[in-house]
């Protein structure tokens, strides 16, 4: 199985909503990311979580805030978004160990809509 | 990271082979050379990876230059499922968390 599976596959919120994005795998992957993807631009990194602590932040907003309660559940909750935040949000896991030869595999992503 | 630079687009025809170029004029030593590719509505799947051999898998195969300032992902035989995003990214072994920087990308056409 080397299945990511992200949840909602849509969502559109108001910008005073608060909502969850979220993340699973069961391949034993203890690096999780998660990226943003605009409109016929290439993924951006926002976060990467290594055995389930937060490593990177690529000076992501506050609006956004990640969580990796377990080895195998990545969160990604939103709150105050602004319309800009619109996007596919897209999240990734690597298998430990492997550094720069590592794999990621990517789910479908969830399509994100602010009005 | 060292940057990648690519084709905008690229046409191929179906059933025929297409070779999608990147310049890595500036790699290290220590970077590997990775395709993934994006189809649409979907995230970014992994295609092939190398250091400085040429490698094959069911997906595709990778030819890298002998000074490494350059490789080619070669599809041998274009299907319609292959039009997408390909994705030529470096990724330094001495680097953090063998995180992927993505660059703008061939998006690949096929007709059939």
């Known amino acids: 199985d080397t299945e990511v599976t992200q949840t909602p596959k849509h969502l559109v919120m108001g910008m005073t909503n608060k909502k969850s994005l979220k993340c699973e795998q069961h391949?034993?992957?203890?690096?999780m990311y998660w990226y943003k993807q605009k409109a016929k631009k290439p993924p951006e990194l926002m976060f990467v979580?290594?055995?389930?602590?937060?490593?990177i932040n690529e000076s992501v907003p506050s609006r956004f805030s990640p969580e990796c309660p377990n080895s195998s559940l990545l969160n990604l909750h939103l709150h105050a978004l602004q319309p800009e935040d619109s996007a596919l949000y897209l999240c990734?896991?690597?298998?430990?160990?492997?550094?720069?030869?590592?794999?990621?595999?990517f789910g479908a992503g969830t399509r994100l809509s602010v009005l | 990271d060292a940057k990648t630079t690519q084709p905008n687009s690229m046409e191929s025809n179906e059933e025929e082979p297409v070779h999608l170029p990147c310049n890595h004029s500036?790699?290290?030593?220590?970077?590997?050379i990775h395709w993934y590719r994006q189809l649409p509505s979907q995230g970014p799947e992994y295609v092939i990876h190398?250091?400085?051999s040429n490698v094959n898998n069911r997906m595709a195969s990778l030819a890298i230059a002998e000074d490494r300032k350059s490789s080619t992902l070669i599809l041998h035989r274009a299907t319609l499922r292959d039009a997408a995003v390909y994705y030529c990214?470096?990724?330094?072994?001495?680097?953090?968390?063998?995180?992927?920087?993505f660059g703008k990308g061939t998006k690949l056409s096929v007709k059939p």
């Open positions: 990734a896991s690597r298998a430990p160990g492997q550094g720069a030869a590592g794999i990621q595999y």
């Open positions: 391949m034993g992957h203890r690096a």
């Open positions: 500036t790699i290290s030593g220590t970077d590997y």
């Open positions: 190398g250091l400085t």
């Open positions: 990214i470096l990724r330094d072994v001495l680097g953090s968390q063998g995180n992927l920087i």
């Open positions: 979580y290594s055995y389930e602590k937060l490593s």
